[in-house]
């Protein structure tokens, strides 16, 4: 239906300058029949509001925000100036302003092409899924990427069983996005285990989230040199030097900030309290005091996608309160911080706590054929150490079919890159893994079990 109302859209402009080119009207009478025009537009889009696929979401917000100013501005312009008299309206001037009409509203478009009408996957849980927010304020961190002396500032974003009452006792998990991710990434993961009874928190790292904003409401998107780097590091130029000191930088502030986050979420459960490092609207207090209080903290999981489940890993190998660990096509970057004659050194300690591995095909045959080598790689090493390690594998999956992107956005997803798997099965059935390790190992579940390949 979004192409059936661009074309609506787009014919109403090449009527008017048809209309004016033929006519050749004063410039007064085009400003009203621009300003019929417009209002054609806009009441055009409201009928089309009556048929699935076209809403007032995220996907048509800014076309609806165009279409009103411009109803509203070319009826006030007429009604000031249709008493004037003035000159023919200039074909050159007819042409232009067709063509910038249909720039524009191509434009503003744009959202509702790149995106699904996604609602998220049914989760399997009998709990309603409720939501509340905050931002942390580490005072003991120096933003590294402002100038102006501001602290770091990690965004939290809770998802609950909106029916759990006063007494109940949910096991977290802490999940951390990719690069150019945001908190967003995995909503389906956090809905099926929200609804089977756990509280999840799905945290933005700033500068290395797509966008999230500050707690003076300012938007803040990926750092351009974050964004460079990524892309050098992921090329065959980029020296095993650069990528290991590159990659030690973004795992030291990601894991700073799941460990500041994870911190503080425990301190406030504990004390059932929420003290100054908390930043939130008033209407969020009764929310967040009410999901704070249902937390278990002696029922910790972590898990994350890419960067984030290495972060994960990280975390899951230094802290004594994690109980299971989770990461999504990650290369475990944390455990290979050295480098001796071009060959990382990897930390072979044994891996304290349940782990499990969800890899992409490539990814899982360039981790078997590193084995088959000889040539030391992290995943290999830490899964072959784990105290209960666990990996598995989709076959024709890619790296973003562990994320909700190629089922709202595929367009942007095939660019990040995605496999030929049916996406909804992948990711419904990531998720019922994710549900059953956890399960196991933070609810005393049935023993897990895990396939070689999903497929």
Not at 322 to 344: C, E, H
Request: charged letters at 20%; hydrophobic letters at 40%; one cysteine or more.
């Amino acid at each position: 239906m979004n192409i059936v109302l661009l074309l609506l859209l787009i014919t109403c402009e090449l009527v008017l300058a048809i209309f004016t080119l033929k006519t050749k009207p004063t410039k007064t009478t085009w400003l009203g029949a621009r300003a019929i025009t417009s209002c054609t537009q806009l009441v055009g889009y409201l009928i089309f509001i009556l048929f699935p696929g076209i809403d007032f979401g995220f996907r048509f917000k800014v076309l609806f925000i165009i279409l009103l100013i411009r109803a509203i501005l070319s009826g006030i312009v007429y009604a000031l100036k249709h008493h004037k008299a003035s000159d023919e309206k200039r074909p050159a001037a007819t042409i232009v302003s067709a063509l910038l009409g249909i720039i524009l509203i191509s434009v503003s478009m744009v959202p509702s092409f790149l995106f699904r009408d996604y609602t998220g996957q049914k989760p399997s849980g009998s709990h309603e899924v409720a939501t509340t927010q905050a931002i942390l304020v580490d005072s003991n961190r120096i933003e590294a990427f402002e100038t102006d002396g501001s602290h770091r500032e990690v965004p939290v974003y809770f998802f609950y069983p909106s029916d759990m009452g006063d007494t109940a006792n949910c096991p977290l998990v802490i999940f951390s996005h990719g690069a150019f991710g945001y908190y967003q990434s995995n909503m389906s993961t956090y809905q099926q285990l929200a609804s089977n009874g756990y509280v999840v928190v799905s945290l933005d790292h700033p500068y290395h989230s797509f966008f999230t904003k500050d707690t003076d409401g300012k938007t803040i998107t990926v750092s351009p040199e974050f964004f460079q780097n990524v892309m050098y590091i992921n090329s065959d130029t980029a020296p095993e030097e650069e990528i290991c000191r590159l990659s030690g930088e973004w795992m030291d502030l990601r894991e700073d900030d799941m460990n500041f986050a994870l911190d503080t979420i425990k301190q406030a459960a504990e004390n059932n309290q929420l003290n100054d490092v908390w930043k939130y609207e008033a209407s969020e207090d009764s929310s967040l005091k009410s999901v704070i209080s249902a937390i278990d903290c002696d029922k910790i999981g972590l898990m994350g996608h890419s960067l984030g489940g290495a972060t994960s890993v990280s975390l899951g190998q230094m802290r004594s309160d994690i109980d299971a660990v989770i990461d999504l096509d990650g290369t475990m970057l944390s455990m290979q911080r050295n480098l001796v004659d071009g060959m990382y050194v990897i930390d072979d300690t044994p891996y304290p706590v349940p782990l499990l591995s969800i890899d992409n095909e490539e990814h899982h045959f360039a981790r078997i054929e590193s084995k088959e080598q000889g040539i030391p790689y992290a995943n290999n090493v830490v899964l072959d150490n784990a105290r209960e390690g666990f990996d598995t594998y989709f076959a024709g999956a890619g790296h973003m079919n562990y994320t909700d992107l190629p089922l709202f956005a595929p367009f942007l997803a095939n660019m990040l890159g995605t496999g030929e798997i049916d996406k909804n099965y992948c990711v419904d059935t990531m998720n019922e893994l994710v549900l059953q390790f956890f399960n196991c190992y933070l609810m005393e579940g049935e023993a897990f079990t895990v396939q070689e390949c999903y497929e």
